[in-house]
């Protein structure tokens, strides 16, 4: 998971505590993040530590609780240079939640449907964009702003693929749309609930 090698990142830079992680974790990777959760953090660092990438201890404080602070391991040090040398693939493949509302849509036979399908998620992807786009003028730390960049880099895509969607579904008048919706798979016996019993029967 990307986030336990974020954290172990920061830790290399020197020992710190939870609430540190965080807002050094959210300060690093910019808003198009979105928070990082306080308790899945604690989660994150737990495993760390029953892993040996990390070890803690804690620090009293004259009114506070304890805070337990972290710190890197060599093993943690190793991991975190492994996991930069290596490339990253895509964390979900192309598996993908618009894809499949596309292939139902599709599958309908139904132009207004597909046309709908596609008119909601360009006016969801070009409300991304432009929110991306205000943010990414707005960042001061050159890594945010690259990491905007990318993300609104990923939402162009999604648009050219609802474009290309559009032009391959709906450009011939509903043609193909008609040959998806008869294009079924044809019953077996099975489907049918007929089997040797029941056809002897």
């Known amino acids: 998971m990307a986030i336990q090698h974020a954290v172990l990142a920061l830790?290399?830079?020197?020992?710190?505590?939870?609430?540190?992680?965080?807002?050094?974790?959210?300060a690093a990777v910019g808003p198009q993040w979105g928070p990082l959760n306080i308790g899945h953090l604690y989660q994150i660092l737990d495993r760390l530590s029953r892993d040996g990438l990390?070890?803690?201890?804690?620090?009293?404080?004259?009114?506070?609780?304890?805070?337990?602070?972290?710190?890197?391991?060599?093993?943690?040090?190793?991991?975190?240079?492994?996991w930069l040398s290596e490339p990253s693939p895509r964390s979900g493949g192309f598996r993908d939640d618009f894809f499949l509302k596309v292939t139902a849509a599709a599958r309908t036979g139904a132009p207004e449907t597909v046309r709908s399908v596609l008119a909601n998620q360009r006016g969801h992807l070009m409300r991304e964009l432009r929110n991306l786009d205000g943010l990414r003028r707005g960042a001061?730390?050159?890594?945010?702003?690259?990491?905007?960049?990318?993300?609104?880099?990923?939402?162009?895509?999604?648009l050219a693929f609802v474009d290309d969607a559009e032009s391959a579904l709906l450009a011939d008048g509903g043609a193909t749309l008609a040959a998806l919706a008869l294009d079924r798979p044809a019953a077996t016996d099975r489907d049918e609930g007929v089997g040797p019993s029941r056809a002897a029967g």
């Open 54 to 82: 990390v070890v803690s201890a804690r620090e009293p404080q004259p009114v506070k609780p304890d805070r337990v602070v972290y710190e890197i391991t060599p093993d943690g040090r190793a991991e975190l240079g492994r």
């Open 140 to 158: 001061t730390d050159p890594v945010v702003g690259l990491l905007l960049s990318a993300a609104s880099r990923h939402v162009e895509a999604d």
């Open 11 to 26: 830790l290399a830079h020197g020992p710190s505590h939870g609430y540190q992680l965080k807002g050094a974790f959210e």
